[in-house]
């Protein structure tokens, strides 16, 4: 079918026949973006990169195929995240054409550097090796982030070439120069834009991210990049993620200490404030804007996307999980209710059985103890709960479990989701535990792997009681009803560890949170006051902090 259109496209640079210079994007512009790439990607297999004569023309050559197709590209990446769900067959064809073609590009992009690695005589003018190498490393990351949407891992050799392009741009000093990566755009960008885009979205690759989600990433760094400083002097918690340029390897979080190698670093401060401020401003409500991401996607899709993203590049200092002890091989099946309020409706209705007051009158919970040694409920029924899973536990230890989550993840289960397990049987025996990750096994199933919170919890109702200022106490605003009482919001908390071996801590939903604060919890005839202290762990959409209990 395209045969026709292979004529026309005759390189002038291989001394063919061809149509006149300036026709070639009306020739384009007459196909399909399908047959576009696919045509392209021929005239890149036709160039003669084994001889390294006119080296600088077979590249000026690569570079008008690369720019001729670029919105082509746009387009095609469109086109296929919309029939993901909806066109299996035509989502497959897409990814095949697309896939080939920024291949045949990066292979196109690597036949040059080679040459020029090989022969030190040949020169390129100095706007064309910057374009060169800015184009080059571009299309590797382009390369890559189509693999990514299939959970393919990196081909061999990526990474080298990716470090070798750094150290040579960086001795050029052209790392951190502003220009236009095509011709038609209007934003100019940086090869230090390009890398950090390239290295953040590679760290989602073995994560619990669809395709959609690394798109939506990959276009907000477009966005937000700027150009950011690579350093390749290790400060302490100054960086987050450093490339190792002496390994055939992609981005890695910094562990606590200083990797003993040659490498760059980079930090995520900025674009993590500038996720909080977008979901702070989401959440109340506010415009957004000032961001910059109108049009990339609905507000909804990209508070899911922040708040994983979030985790994935916290700024915090990082320390690998080392586990104390062996995880021992277990086969049962758990069922899991998640999200706060969920789980908060679930105990709800255990303490309705089991709970009760302590003689001495001090707020305590009794809940999680008496429930262990309690016989199962007679007839009564536990109230309905909708956010509840059945899994497979396949090992776990004092501190962690597990499970299989099959070929498919459920939607909700992102990293930071609080969950509520028990077995089949026993749901009077119930753990809190957190998801600390998603990841997809050689064999093509997903495994998440929890971190426990407590075995040791009890359902509250939550008030804001008031906030300490400079000026005094400021009281929580309230509204009086007809009947002369004041209406005071509540909303669900949980008091974890509150025993005699620990601090109690309440887990709170995060948008209820005030630093500060003093807050009022109740289960049934009990009530307390308690005043925020140490901030234990603040993920996805709850916050868990130590308080202070006194008599009210």
């Known amino acids: 079918m395209l045969s026709a259109v292979f004529a026309k496209l005759q390189n002038p640079y291989l001394g063919q026949e061809t149509v006149q210079e300036n026709a070639w994007e009306d020739t384009l512009s007459e196909m399909t973006e399908l047959e576009a790439l696919i045509a392209v990607k021929d005239q890149l297999v036709q160039i003669d990169f084994a001889n390294t004569k006119g080296l600088d023309t077979k ?3 690569v570079l008008e195929l690369d720019q001729s197709v670029y919105q082509a590209c746009k387009k095609t990446t469109y086109n296929y995240l919309i029939k993901l769900h909806k066109d299996k067959s035509g989502q497959h064809d897409i990814y095949v054409v697309a896939s080939e073609y920024h291949r045949r590009l990066y292979a196109a992009y690597t036949h040059v550097f080679t040459a020029l690695e090989s022969d030190q005589k040949i020169q390129l003018e100095a706007e064309q090796r910057k374009l060169f190498f800015a184009r080059y490393l571009n299309a590797i990351f382009m390369m890559l982030k189509w693999r990514y949407f299939n959970h393919q891992p990196a081909t061999p050799g990526v990474w080298a070439s990716v470090h070798k392009i750094i150290k040579t741009a960086e001795e050029l000093s052209l790392l951190n120069k502003s220009f236009l990566l095509y011709d038609f755009q209007v934003k100019e960008t940086s090869m230090a834009a390009i890398l950090e885009r390239g290295y953040m979205v590679d ?28 350093a390749y002097t290790y400060k302490d918690n100054r960086y987050q993620f450093f490339g190792a340029l002496t390994r055939d390897t992609g981005p890695a979080r910094l562990e606590a200490k200083q990797p003993l190698e040659e490498g760059c670093y980079w930090s995520t401060a900025r674009m ?21 991401l109108s049009g990339v996607a609905s507000i909804t899709k990209v508070v899911r996307l922040f708040k994983k993203l979030r985790v994935e590049w916290r700024v915090d200092v990082y320390s690998r999980q080392r586990r104390s002890e062996e995880r021992s091989q277990k086969s049962r099946l758990l069922n899991i209710h998640y999200g706060l309020h969920a789980i908060h409706e679930y105990l709800v209705a255990l303490q309705a059985q089991y709970s009760r007051k302590a003689d001495d009158g001090q707020f305590t919970f009794e809940l999680p103890t008496t429930m262990r040694h309690a016989s199962q409920p007679s007839t009564q029924q536990l109230a309905s709960v909708p ?8 090992d776990e230890s004092s501190s962690g479990f597990a499970v299989d989550l099959g070929r498919e993840v459920p939607e909700w289960a992102e990293i930071g989701m609080l969950v509520c397990y028990s077995e089949p049987g026993f749901q009077t025996t119930f753990n809190i535990a957190e998801i600390r990750s998603v990841r997809k096994l050689d064999s093509g199933a997903y495994r998440a792997g929890f971190k426990k919170v407590s075995q ?23 509204e009086v009803l007809d009947d002369g009482l004041e209406k005071v919001e509540e909303f669900p908390g949980l008091l974890v560890d509150n025993d005699a071996l620990g601090k109690p801590k309440l887990l709170l939903p995060l948008v209820q949170f005030v630093r500060g604060a003093s807050y009022t919890i109740s289960a049934g005839d009990n009530r307390h006051q308690v005043k925020t202290g140490k901030v234990l762990n603040k993920l996805n959409d709850w916050v868990l902090f130590e308080v202070s209990l006194n008599n009210k």
């Not at 993590?272 to 910059?292: I, P």
């Not at 008030?463 to 005094?472: D, P, R, Y």
Request: hydrophobic fraction near 45%; proline fraction near 1%; charged fraction near 20%.
């Open 59 to 61: 590249l000026k050559q």
């Open 203 to 230: 760290t989602l690759h073995q994560g619990h991210f669809s395709a959609f989600e690394i798109e939506l990433t990959d276009r907000v760094l477009k966005i937000w990049s700027g150009n950011p400083v690579v």
């Open 272 to 292: 993590v404030e500038l996720m909080e401020n977008y979901l702070c401003a989401a959440e109340m409500g506010k415009s957004v804007a000032e961001f910059g």
């Open 387 to 394: 956010e509840t899973e059945n899994w497979w536990m396949v």
């Open 456 to 478: 040791n919890t009890a359902a509250v109702n939550v008030s804001l009681e008031g906030v300490e200022t400079l000026t005094g106490f400021q009281a929580a605003a309230t």
